[in-house]
């Protein structure tokens, strides 16, 4: 057990010393924290099993105008959301690859400057994102399926 507690301390320590040295990745910290923390809070708070198919059938977008047809600023209204939810995807999913190189190089002495970290980030986008959505399909499976 004892063993087991100076694993994790030594860990624990040395993610400390780096979050202080390196205080410029923060900025890569609060943007990669924003996707983990939204999705566990509304995982909680709203899960999949109260998404009823009713409730659908009234949503914003769907509503239609008075001849019928959907309107122009309810299909204007839905593109800018998407648009918004990727853009919030890939800055998120840039952060966490360009904070990922930028420890992996402070734990080996390097500086990395947050230029290049972001970067890397960049370049890695696919690989980081395969990887959370797995996670998260993983997590799904586990808790709700």
Known sequence: MSQALSV???ILKEAWNITWRFKRLWILGALASFWTTNNILG???????SVS?????????????????????S????????????????LVTA???GLIAAVSSAEQG????????????TRHFWPVLGISVAGKLIWSLLFFG
């Open 95 to 97: 952060s966490r690859g």
């Open 75 to 90: 299909i204007l209204g839905l593109l800018i959301g998407v648009a918004v939810m990727g853009f919030m995807i890939w």
């Open 8 to 10: 994790h301390r030594h």
């Open 110 to 121: 390097k500086n990395t400057p947050l230029r290049e970290a972001w970067h890397i980030g």
């Open 43 to 49: 995982t909680f708070l709203n899960p999949p099993t």
């Open 53 to 73: 198919p009713a409730r659908w059938n009234n949503a914003w977008w769907t509503t239609p105008t008075m001849n019928g047809s959907v309107s122009f600023f």
